[in-house]
């Protein structure tokens, strides 16, 4: 009786043993697994190695990261005016919720969305992931591989868009040229970044506008002849 006492007790601590290991498996929020489900859209980078590097430089510790256009630390949403074109047009005060998804070293990943809208689709209430450093923002293409190598490895991930920064960018196609197009404007204390695809007549499009101290004012997306199109204005209410 002895003997089998013993061997029950081994089995029920080898059990125990392989539950709690399974348990410590590095994970990304449910929130941004929710958002890397949807296939992302195909964008050209606006960037370069030295540029990268330069960057690097002008950045602060960790927690310590204070970029003047985009959310204060201590905001976690804002209301915006939307506008929203798909079944119907609908024009609804909204929420942006500001998730903060992992403190690194280098700046800070956050994940930009919406609060739930009737008729537009669940993956549009995204904005993105943005990579937020002192002086510069990136937007960093949702794919379960480039979030996780920027959490864990802090190399910038392929597929990742400056949309703000102190230095205008411009367009390498020609206005009617057709392909993505890529250009961010300086006017004062704000920072415009506009892309689009003129491939096609339905191409996508998307347009960020920052703001010095106040963050993103304005957001839009949607595709030619403003279809599934989404508008966010923040509101002064």
């Avoid at 964008?43 to 960057?55: E, I, P």
């Avoid at 998804?101 to 549009?124: D, F, M």
């Avoid at 704000?190 to 191409?203: A, C, F, I, L």
């Amino acid at each position: 009786m002895k003997r089998i006492l013993t061997i029950i007790l081994a089995f029920g601590l080898i059990i125990n043993f392989g539950c709690a290991k399974s348990n410590n498996v590095p994970y990304i929020s449910k929130q941004s697994n929710d958002a890397i489900n949807f296939k992302p859209l195909k964008q050209v980078d606006l960037y370069t190695n030295k540029t990268d590097a330069a960057n690097n430089t002008n950045t602060t510790e960790t927690g310590a990261v204070d970029n003047l256009f985009f959310f204060k630390h201590n905001v976690s949403q804002l209301n915006y005016k939307g506008k929203f074109l798909f079944d119907n047009i609908v024009e609804k005060d909204v929420k942006l919720i500001i998730n903060e998804v992992a403190n690194l070293k280098y700046g800070k990943l956050y994940e930009l969305k919406i609060n739930s809208i009737e008729n537009v689709p669940y993956e549009r209430l995204s904005l993105g992931y943005f990579h937020v450093k002192k002086d510069i923002i990136y937007k960093i293409e949702p794919t379960e591989e480039n979030l996780n190598k920027l959490i864990t490895s802090e190399e910038l991930p392929n597929g990742r868009v400056i949309v703000c920064q102190g230095k205008e960018v411009k367009d390498t196609l020609g206005k009617d040229e057709p392909g993505w197009h890529h250009y961010i404007e300086v006017n004062g204390d704000k920072r415009e970044y506009h892309s689009y695809n003129n491939q096609v007549s339905t191409g996508y499009y998307e347009s960020f506008i920052w703001e010095k101290n106040q963050g993103l004012i304005n957001y839009q997306s949607g595709y030619g002849a403003e279809r599934d199109s989404i508008e966010l204005q923040l509101s002064n209410d």
